[in-house]
């Protein structure tokens, strides 16, 4: 899990589901109940890890999404690790950095998780909190590098107008 949520590793994603299901296919059936139950009626999954298929969604149903995990302290504390040190079955380790760069710049930034492919360009779901007021932004459809720097400004707003 902790590979999957720090470091966007794909393979993590496509272990973790035949582990809870039994295959991607099974998996994604059921990450299209969840999202439905949680109110992302303008979303349709087809795989598990988001890589281009034909499956959509709203910046709206991401923010639902990221809401019901956010309420779990055991994901929130790994969607707030800036790196883990991975330990491979040889025994071989390397160290995933968190892909969400506002983890450690803005410090009232706590987590969430990044996304990018081709067709949906570069994607953030950010957290924070200030204050006891916390902030989930969504930001999809990002053609800039500067995606961090926008989501800092946009967040750092967010709390000015609270």
């Known amino acids: 899990m902790k590979a999957l949520v720090i470091k966007s590793e794909n393979d993590a994603v496509a272990a973790l ?13 059921l990450m299209n109940q969840k999202a ?6 303008s979303s349709y999954f087809a795989n598990p890890h988001g890589l281009p298929a034909a ?4 910046a709206r149903d991401i923010s639902r999404i990221a809401f019901r995990a956010y ?19 040889s025994g071989r ?4 950095k968190n892909t969400n760069k506002l983890l450690g710049r803005y410090l009232a930034v706590n987590g969430m998780k ?6 949906s360009g570069r994607c953030l779901v950010a957290s ?12 999809i459809g990002s053609r800039t590098q500067d995606i961090f720097d926008d989501a800092e400004k ?9």
């Open 17 to 29: 589901a035949r582990e809870v299901a039994g295959s991607n296919e099974a998996f994604v059936g």
């Open 93 to 96: 380790t390397t160290l995933l």
């Open 154 to 162: 946009i967040l750092r707003w967010g709390f000015a107008s609270l």
């Open 55 to 58: 499956q959509f969604s709203t």
């Open 71 to 89: 309420r779990e302290p055991v994901l929130r504390e790994m969607m707030a690790t800036p790196s883990y040190l991975f330990v491979f079955n």
């Open 128 to 139: 924070a909190s200030v204050g006891g007021r916390d902030l989930i932004f969504v930001q």
């Open 114 to 119: 990044t996304g990018y492919t081709i067709a």
């Open 36 to 41: 439905w139950s949680l109110g992302a009626r």
